[in-house]
């Protein structure tokens, strides 16, 4: 995805236009191509989803095999988290802004939720070790529900400190009371 894009729509986002913009708008100020944005991104919405995929593809891409073998699924999972949150603080206050917007938008909340599990589980397949589809389901919508506390908790907070509490903490908690980290 190139920057470009993203600090465009996301800059849209940061100064409250989410609503207003178009892709047309968006392809006159990037003097591109409006067909060939369209292709690429189609619709807002899409652009929210090409994002969270780019970033999910860096986070998983400092993570090495040799480090998934060496190292417990706890911190495997905690580092994707944490390092996917340092990843998106570049566009912290545009993210605050669309969080905010989609309490009022069903279809928005509703496109967050799913492409954030898709997210999660990316994570969890990663740090699987022949885990039952059950585990990886449960597994899947507990740290879902973390990533969204954390999330929530970030946006609120000047440093990312207590997001990562949050998800040390509750990730913490999951493997000591659960068979679904070991």
Do not use: C
Request: charged share 35%; proline share 1%.
């Amino acid at each position: 995805m190139e920057r470009g894009i993203i600090d465009y729509f996301f800059k849209q986002a940061e100064i409250g236009n989410w609503e207003k913009f178009t892709i047309h708008d968006a392809a006159e100020k990037l003097e591109l191509n409006e067909k060939d944005l369209k292709k690429k991104i189609p619709s807002k919405e899409a652009f929210l989803r090409k994002y969270n995929e780019f970033i999910d593809k860096k986070v998983l891409a400092e993570i090495d095999e040799e480090d998934i073998k060496n190292s417990q699924d706890d911190e495997i999972l905690q580092e994707l988290l944490m390092s996917k949150l340092e990843k998106i603080s570049l566009y912290k206050y545009a993210i605050a802004n669309l969080f905010n917007y989609s309490i009022t938008k069903p279809k928005l909340i509703i496109l967050a939720i799913r492409d954030n599990k898709k997210s999660i589980k990316k994570f969890v397949n990663t740090i699987s070790k022949n885990k039952s589809v059950y585990k990886s389901t449960v597994l899947t919508k507990l740290i879902l529900g973390i990533w969204f506390l954390a999330l929530n908790k970030w946006i609120y907070e000047e440093n990312n400190e207590a997001a990562f509490a949050i998800i040390a903490k509750s990730i913490k908690k999951i493997k000591k009371n659960t068979s679904f980290l070991e």
